[in-house]
C-alpha cells in the first residue's frame, strides 16, 4: 500500500514541476490570461496534493488507502480537466471539474476520519 501511494504523489508531483515549467515558459505567449490561470490552478492543486499523498505514505493510519486513492483520482481529474481546457478551449469540461474538486474534499474528508480512528500515541 505504501509503495503505491507514495508512487502516485511523486509521479503527480514530477509531472506538476514539469507542466508547470512548460505552462510558463511555453505556454506564456500562446495562451490568454483566463488559460493560463486554468493552468496555473491545476498545477497548485496538482502539486499540493503530490506532497499530500507523498506525507500520507508515511502515516500508517487505517483507511489511508481509500484517501490516497480519491485524493489520485480528484487531482488527475480536476488537474487534468483544467489542463485539457486551458490548451483547447473547451469549456464544458468545465462541468466536470467539480467532480474531481468532490473526490479532492471526499479524501481529505476520508483523512480525518482516518485520523480519528488512529490509536493516540
Do not use: E, K, N
Not at 69 to 80: D, E, K, P, S, V
Not at 95 to 104: D, E, Q, S, W, Y
Amino acid at each position: 500500500m505504501t509503495r503505491w501511494i507514495l508512487l502516485s504523489g511523486a509521479l503527480l508531483g514530477g509531472l506538476g514541476v514539469a507542466l508547470g515549467a512548460f505552462g510558463a515558459h511555453a505556454l506564456r505567449g500562446t495562451l490568454d490570461a483566463a488559460r493560463l490561470g486554468w493552468w496555473s490552478t491545476a498545477v497548485q492543486y496538482q502539486l499540493w496534493h503530490a506532497v499530500a499523498l507523498v506525507a500520507l505514505a508515511a502515516l500508517p493510519l487505517p483507511g489511508r488507502g481509500l484517501a490516497a486513492g480519491l485524493l489520485t483520482a480528484g487531482t488527475l481529474i480536476f488537474a487534468g480537466t483544467l489542463y485539457v481546457m486551458a490548451l483547447t478551449g473547451l469549456r464544458w469540461l468545465g462541468a466536470v471539474t467539480p467532480v474531481g474538486g468532490l473526490l479532492l474534499i471526499a479524501g481529505w474528508a476520508t483523512l480525518v476520519w482516518a485520523a480519528l480512528r488512529a490509536p493516540q500515541a
